[in-house]
């Protein structure tokens, strides 16, 4: 039997909150189905709880995933892998390092569920390499009346694009195939640079290597940027994580000198000196992550490659001009095109970026004043990250976007997966 409970479910930051009628885990597929079809709606899906935007949030059901993981079995000459939605990246790097298969590339968490990580649209970084969908060969849903359906690349093509970024509302996601590679080893290395000189030399650096991301420091004029490629070397041992007491730093410098920018700037140099350069060698799942112990919450837009610079050249000013509070570094990344219907990379090299707001504070007066510059150089938002688009404007960005919504009519008819939430973002009508 399921593990069902009446309570409250909250997202990882604490920032969206919700008081379903049912919580509960299903077991197996006939359980999911049977919950689909009985439970009160609407049902919406738990993964890890790491979306920043109210996709869980339901006044009737949510459904955790968390009974459903683990392998399910893999094919070696093809590095394939068939895994539960249920599986958590943490976990998922080891079993496929233990078949030897290993993810093309992953963003700095690894708690979230995978099934959560494509619906969501969840990337690493890398002008050649694509968002976690892009691996996806296989797809098991049930859809809103409890029916089990398999789709594949083969025979499925444009299914598999409609529904390889789902937002919880294309059916749920039972079981995935993804396809790997063959178990690799990286170099990575961590340097500082100024922010001008990356903004200028943007397109160049972040194509040099197979993967670079850079993180801006606030109030700072410096960025750590992060390039990561394949190597052969033996490995070497990994440097100390010190995010976390960074993050400790910039916060006792924000809350003891926010209204004196200079001595803030020059004390945030003084710590940004005595940070050791990186180089070291690694398996790939020993290079992706890191732990995120501080919370926040969180915005990321997806902008054409070539506007990435003159939007966080915008986003910087904005910041230290008006908000000084914000202390958490700046994420730039780049992700190659795609061709699923609601991918935020559909058609386009990418770049993306992310702000970040202490969880402990209200961010949403910060991501208002950042949301127009991004609009305007064309950014499509992260799904599972902050944002105030609704249909009328997704519409514009998409130019599948009707498709995707026929799919969504055939496989949930009587709107089982739609929230108030939801039927705002699709222009669904109560």
């Not at 996709?55 to 892998?81: C, N, P, W, Y």
């Not at 410098?253 to 050791?276: F, Q, V």
């Amino acid at each position: 039997m399921s593990n069902a409970t009446t309570q409250t479910w909250s997202n990882w930051s604490g920032h969206v909150r919700a008081e379903p009628q049912l919580i509960a885990s299903p077991a197996d597929a006939d359980e999911l189905s049977d919950l689909v079809r009985t439970a009160p709606g609407p049902v919406r899906v738990a993964g890890a709880g790491h979306s920043f935007t109210p996709l869980v949030k339901s006044e009737g059901t949510i459904l955790s995933m968390e009974r459903f993981e683990g392998l399910v079995s893999h094919d070696s000459e093809r590095h394939q892998a068939r895994v539960r939605a249920g599986t958590r990246l943490g976990p998922l790097m080891h079993i496929l390092q233990g078949i030897g298969q290993g993810l093309p590339n992953m963003g700095d968490i690894d708690r979230q569920a995978i099934g959560g990580a494509l619906g969501t649209a969840t990337h690493g970084s890398g002008p050649t390499l694509g968002a976690y969908h892009t691996q996806l060969e296989t797809v098991q849903i049930v859809d809103g009346q409890g029916r089990l359906h398999d789709f594949n690349r083969a025979g499925d093509l444009d299914m598999v694009h409609a529904m390889g970024v789902a937002l919880g509302a294309f059916g749920i996601l039972t079981e995935v195939t993804m396809n790997n590679v063959p178990t690799y080893r990286l170099r990575r290395r961590k340097s500082v640079l100024p922010i001008a000189d990356m903004l200028r030399d943007f397109e160049t650096m972040m194509a040099a290597h197979r993967s670079a991301e850079f993180y801006y420091i606030p109030f700072s004029g410096y960025a750590q940027f992060i390039a990561s490629d394949l190597s052969d070397a033996a490995t070497t041992t990994r440097p100390t994580e010190d995010d976390e007491a960074g993050l400790a730093t910039l916060r006792r410098l924000r809350t003891a000198l926010a209204w004196l920018p200079s001595l803030r700037r020059r004390l945030i140099l003084g710590a940004i000196a005595k940070l050791p350069a990186e180089d070291y060698v690694q398996d790939w799942l020993n290079v992706y992550a890191s732990d995120r112990q501080t919370k926040f919450n969180e915005m990321e837009y997806h902008l054409p490659f070539e506007e990435g610079p003159k939007a966080l050249a915008e986003i910087i000013e904005l910041t230290e001009k008006r908000f000084a509070e914000v202390y958490f570094p700046m994420e730039v990344r780049t992700v190659a095109l795609d061709e699923f219907w609601l991918s935020p990379f559909y058609n386009r090299l990418t770049c993306s970026i992310a702000i970040h707001h202490d969880a402990a504070s209200d961010p949403r007066r910060f991501m208002r004043a950042a949301e127009p510059i991004f609009r305007r150089y064309g950014g499509r938002p992260h799904w599972g990250k902050m944002h105030s688009l609704k249909a009328a404007d997704l519409k514009k960005l998409y130019p599948r976007w009707d498709d995707a919504m026929a799919v969504r009519r055939d496989i949930d008819p009587e709107n089982r997966f739609v929230s108030p939430y939801m039927a705002g973002l699709f222009g669904i009508e109560p």
